[in-house]
Nanobody, 126 residues
Framework: DVQLQASGGGLVQAGGSLTLSCATS????????IGWFRQAPGKEREGVSC????????YYADSVKGRFTISSDNAKMTVYLQMNSLKPEDTAVYYC???????????????????WGQGTLVTVSS
């Protein structure tokens, strides 16, 4: 079974950094993508970034472009989200998800993702 586990959330001051990890398992084919999503209280879930595990291509939402970096360590089956210059508006529960077995490059539409991990809370204080 495909499983994802997100970790790395916490409390950080504005301007600080955090790195989230998404540990994955159970994939048989390598044509899949991992996306990071976030949901703030009272708001809809927002697609933040995604990466193709096969070719490493990435996508970022405008709200995080230039501040967040997604990467994958295929040997460890782990995808990371490095978050720099954090803002209070980045406060949310962050989720990782997988499109598998087929990945649409650049897609951060939640309904296109098939497997979800539990969330990890990121709180950015002002």
């Amino acid at each position: 079974d495909v499983q994802l586990q997100a970790s790395g959330g916490g409390l950080v001051q504005a301007g600080g950094s955090l790195t989230l990890s998404c540990a994955t398992s159970g994939f048989i084919f390598d044509d899949f993508g991992i996306g990071w999503f976030r949901q703030a209280p009272g708001k809809e879930r927002e697609g933040v970034s995604c990466i193709s595990v096969r070719d490493g291509s990435t996508y970022y939402a405008d709200s995080v472009k230039g501040r967040f970096t997604i990467s994958s360590d295929n040997a460890k089956m782990t995808v990371y989200l490095q978050m720099n210059s954090l803002k209070p508006e980045d406060t949310a529960v962050y989720y990782c998800a997988a499109q598998y077995p087929l990945f649409v490059p650049g897609s951060v539409a939640a309904h296109e993702y098939d497997y979800w991990g539990q969330g990890t809370l990121v709180t950015v204080s002002s």
